[in-house]
Each structure stands twice: as C-alpha cells, then as structure tokens.
C-alpha cells in the first residue's frame, strides 16, 4: 500500500498550488481520502475531506471558499486545490486513505510554503 503526494512547493502570497495524492495496493473508490496539514510546532490538522464516491466534501473554516477537494477514482488521485495562499498555510500537507479500523493509510507528505 502507497501512498504519494505531489505538487508542495514555494508560493508566494495569494499564489496557487495544486496538491496530488495517487494511492495503490487498496481499492481507492472504496477510501474516503482526506488531506491533512501540519505547521511547525502545531498538531496536524484536517483541511479537507471526500467522500468515496465523491458527492460529500468538507473543508476546515480556516481554508473554506479557497481550497476545493476533488478526486478521480479512474486515476486513483485526490486533488487539493489552493487558490489566495497566505503565509498561514504554509506546512506539510499529508494525504490520508481512510475506509474505517485499520484501513488507514497516509503519505509521507508534500512541504508547502508561502512567502514572498
């Protein structure tokens, strides 16, 4: 089982960065797929999160109206869209596979940083 993000990188404020998550070795279109984040000497937290089939989404408050979830169960891959980055979203961004119990997967994570 893997799973591998892409697409971290420097931005500056209010620039743009798309996050992708390709998982394998699990039935992808049975995972809801979450993103999560974590800034230096803060716990990690939930950004965003959809569902299997992909109709139900949700999003942190911090992030809402600026970040959009998507996935293509086709491509085994969940997108993370970040449009009007500020400096308080820089962090590691970590992908998560989750179907419930054990079926529980992250990746190693893909750094984010905003700055001018």
């Known amino acids: 089982v893997t799973v591998k993000e892409s697409g971290g990188g420097l931005v500056q404020p209010g620039g743009s960065l798309r996050l992708s998550c390709v998982g394998s070795?699990?039935?992808?279109?049975?995972?809801?797929m979450k993103w999560f984040r974590q800034a230096p000497d803060k716990e990690r937290e939930l950004v965003a999160e959809?569902?299997?089939?992909?109709?139900?989404?949700k999003y942190a408050d911090s992030v809402k109206g600026r970040f959009t979830i998507s996935r293509d169960n086709s491509q085994d891959t969940v997108f993370l869209q970040m449009n009007g980055l500020t400096p308080e979203d820089t962090a590691v961004y970590y992908c998560?596979?989750?179907?419930?119990?054990?079926?529980?997967?992250w990746g190693q994570g893909t750094q984010v940083t905003v700055s001018s």
């Open positions: 070795g699990f039935t992808f279109s049975n995972y809801f």
């Open positions: 998560n596979a989750d179907a419930g119990g054990q079926y529980n997967y």
């Open positions: 959809i569902s299997s089939g992909g109709n139900m989404k």
